[in-house]
């Protein structure tokens, strides 16, 4: 019995596989404001970094994660608004292909500006296309905390932190605070 056991531990830590954390880039960084290309194919690799990316977000821990925020600028997102966070969402090549009229003014923070929360005014609903981690394409519609998290994540992709949307005045302030965190650590 005790060597049954052993065989079924040794052949999960065989299958076992290891995450990696990453290092999440913090504004002003100019990568930050790189437009991420294309995957051209969903493969080990990209499925590799989706669960490097998850692993990173939840230990931030956040809610969602662009690749471009880890210096991968291919377009792919994590998200996972769940309260008890297993309800791990991947966009690989996501698209909003339809946003509602509605507009809607919501609290926002980045693990990109950690510590800076504001209010930014995006679509209250959207509708998202993307692939998923078997490179199956599937549609998505988004509203409250989800569609806001798709917005701020797919600004990341086109190069833009949610901090782009205040005043001259705030932005000044923020990347001031940025610049001081980053030379005090």
Same mark, same amino acid.
């Given at each position: ?103 809607? $003014?919501?609290? @926002? =923070?980045? &693990?990109? +500006? ?11 609903? !959207?509708? *998202? ?10 549609? $998505?519609?988004? @509203? =409250?905390? &989800?569609? +806001? ?11 833009? !932190?949610? *901090? ?16 001081? &965190?980053?030379?005090?650590?």
């Amino acid at each position: 019995m005790a060597n049954a056991s052993l065989q079924r531990l040794a052949a999960s830590q065989i299958t076992l596989e290891i995450m990696a954390l990453l290092s999440i880039l913090n504004y002003p960084d100019k990568r930050l404001h790189k437009v991420a290309k294309p995957v051209p194919e969903v493969n080990d690799r990209i499925r590799r970094l989706v669960a490097d990316m998850a692993e990173t977000m939840y230990a931030a821990p956040g809610v969602g994660l662009a690749a471009t925020q880890v210096d991968v600028h291919e377009r792919v997102i994590v998200i996972d608004v769940s309260e008890t966070h297993d309800e791990l969402l991947a966009f690989i090549n996501p698209e909003i292909v339809w946003s509602s009229d509605e507009r809607k $003014l919501s609290e @926002e =923070g980045c &693990l990109s +500006v950690p510590g800076i929360y504001d209010n930014v005014e995006r679509a209250e609903k !959207v509708r *998202v296309r993307a692939l998923n981690e078997k490179g199956e394409t599937f549609e $998505l519609d988004c @509203e =409250g905390l &989800l569609a +806001v998290c798709i917005q701020h994540e797919m600004d990341h992709l086109m190069g833009h !932190v949610f *901090v782009e949307y205040l005043s001259p005045l705030k932005q000044t302030r923020i990347k001031s605070k940025m610049k001081k &965190l980053a030379h005090a650590m």
